[in-house]
């Protein structure tokens, strides 16, 4: 019965999060797995998803002083973020426009199983309001 339950919490975490491309929060996961399974905690939800960034089907997105963002990593569809360090909009970034990283900068023998960039910056929204009060 417990296998069941986890197995239909964690579909209904992957559902949520392929459905999205907001990046959201736990809490935000949480209030939309609450539509399909209404009994669902908070902390289930956290544990579902720490299992799912384990499993490598859930990239998170962590920033200082603020709740961790999740994504859910597509088949085939490797991308990054760039992360507005005003408004902390996350963007996504296509990881086939990037250059490869040399492999002469890797420790030798080192074997690279996944590759994360983050992009820290100031979105387009941002800089034109600072550019207008400033
Ligand atoms: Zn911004
Ligand atoms: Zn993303």
Do not use: N
């Amino acid at each position: 019965m417990t296998m069941v339950r986890q197995t239909r919490q964690r579909q209904a975490v992957i559902e949520v999060l392929r459905e999205s491309r907001e990046h959201p929060d736990a809490a935000w996961i949480h209030s939309r797995v609450r539509e399909l399974l209404p009994s669902v905690s908070l902390g289930t939800v956290y544990r579902t998803l720490d299992a799912l960034v384990r499993d490598g089907v859930v990239v998170t997105i962590e920033r200082a002083g603020q709740a961790t963002r999740y994504d859910y990593k597509r088949a085939g569809e490797d991308h990054h973020h760039a992360v507005c360090r005003s408004c902390g909009a996350i963007f996504d970034v296509e990881a086939g426009m990037l250059p490869t990283l040399p492999a002469a900068a890797l420790p030798p023998g080192f074997q690279v199983t996944d590759v994360r960039l983050e992009f820290m910056g100031i979105c387009p929204e941002c800089a034109a309001q600072g550019e207008a009060a400033g």
